[in-house]
Every structure is written in C-alpha cells, then in structure tokens.
C-alpha cells in the first residue's frame, strides 16, 4: 500500500525537523514544498507532502500514518 502524508507547520528549524524524522522513517519526498503566509498569526507557514510504501499491510482509516 502507498501512504501519504501532508506536513505543515511554521517555517522554522522544528519543521525540517520533522520532514527530517519522516525521511529518517522511510517516508520519500513528493512535489515541490509549499509556504504562505498567515496573516492570524503573522508568521510564514509551510508544508511537505510525502509518501511511503508499506508492503504487506492493508490501508486502514484509524491508522496513525507517522507510526508507519
């Protein structure tokens, strides 16, 4: 089965650190990185989609995708 995933968070060091930790887990890069601008808290916001390929497992709504 193929996963994916949307990571979204400010634009700051916690947040490679988190596309960082799903690379590290497996999880591949997919498209281009987006950011924009939100104007409530005044920050810039960005997300990474990604994916990953899980062999041997069945897709299911309740499962926790970044346990993955």
């Known amino acids: ?22 690379l590290s887990k ?3 890069l997919h ?3 987006i950011y924009a601008f939100d104007a409530a808290s005044g920050r810039m916001r960005c997300g990474q ?3 990953k390929t899980v062999e041997g497992k069945d897709y299911e709504p309740a499962m926790k995708l970044g346990e993955q």
């Open 26 to 28: 497996g999880w591949d």
């Open 31 to 33: 498209g281009s990185p």
């Open 49 to 51: 989609a990604v994916t």
């Open 1 to 22: 089965m193929k996963l994916y995933r949307l990571l979204t968070g400010d634009d700051d060091a916690a947040f490679c650190h988190k596309v960082s930790l799903a």
